[in-house]
């Protein structure tokens, strides 16, 4: 799997709208973008992924880069609960007959402030 | 409904015991991920089922590691002759497989192994 590269803790007011960035710069045209957090004492939970296209759903917007070789993971009204490690994954496109371990980085503790 | 379960939540173990640490996956899924979290790190991946063949261990760190998951369905990991450097978090996460792009990882709470 190619490397993320995520800054180690970030701030944000609750309320407001979380971005977290992510660089994979060695990604390849078969590879998604996933998005994983871990609240405190939990196991990690999906949030989203994508190859190119933005993407959104009920959780979070994924912002990729037209290069792919960044993106933006945004918590558009970030509340207590969202505080968490995030971490970017990038992983192969399943190609049948089997599953890949997720390579984890040490993610982006965010801390939303109330 | 019923997500990934794990048991037992903590262990205790003195240094040079056997620990079985159990996984129940969610109903129907078909493979099986274990996964190794020390403190302050990401998980690492150790071993992978398809039912009950498994079919990835490269990421087992020694061979008192075992994995076990005999009729498709729950996994047992076993540590043999623990250490204290197999203190951690222990991650069993379930996926359906099958074809498509997406796998999404169903993950359990963990099992914190402390060896003393």
């Known amino acids: 799997d190619a490397k993320t590269t995520q800054p180690p803790s970030m701030d944000c007011a609750e309320g407001r709208a979380a971005n977290l960035p992510c660089n994979h710069s060695t990604i390849s045209g078969n590879e998604y973008v996933y998005w994983y957090r871990q609240i405190h004492s939990q196991g990690p939970q999906y949030i989203i992924h994508g190859l190119k296209n933005n993407e959104t759903n009920e959780m979070a917007s994924l912002i990729i880069t037209e290069d792919r070789k960044s993106s933006t993971l945004i918590l558009p009204h970030a509340t207590l609960r969202d505080t968490a490690v995030y971490y970017c994954i990038v992983r192969p496109k399943y190609s049948g007959g089997g599953a890949d371990g997720l390579t984890f980085g040490k993610g982006t503790h965010l801390i939303i402030q109330p | 409904g019923a997500g990934v379960s794990q048991s037992p939540r903590y262990k205790v173990a003195k240094r040079g015991q056997d620990v079985a640490l159990r996984c129940d996956p969610i109903s129907g899924h078909v493979s099986l991920f274990w996964y190794q979290q020390a403190l302050g790190q990401g998980p690492e991946f150790l071993t992978y089922f398809q039912n009950e063949a498994q079919l990835d261990k490269s990421g087992l760190p020694s061979d008192r590691f075992f994995a076990e998951r005999p009729e498709g369905s729950v996994s047992t990991l076993k540590i043999q002759r623990t250490q204290q450097e197999d203190s951690a978090v222990y991650l069993c996460?379930?996926?359906?497989?099958?074809?498509?792009?997406?796998?999404?990882?169903?993950f359990g709470p963990g099992t914190r192994l402390t060896v003393l």
């Open positions: 996460a379930s996926s359906l497989a099958g074809g498509g792009a997406h796998n999404e990882q169903f």
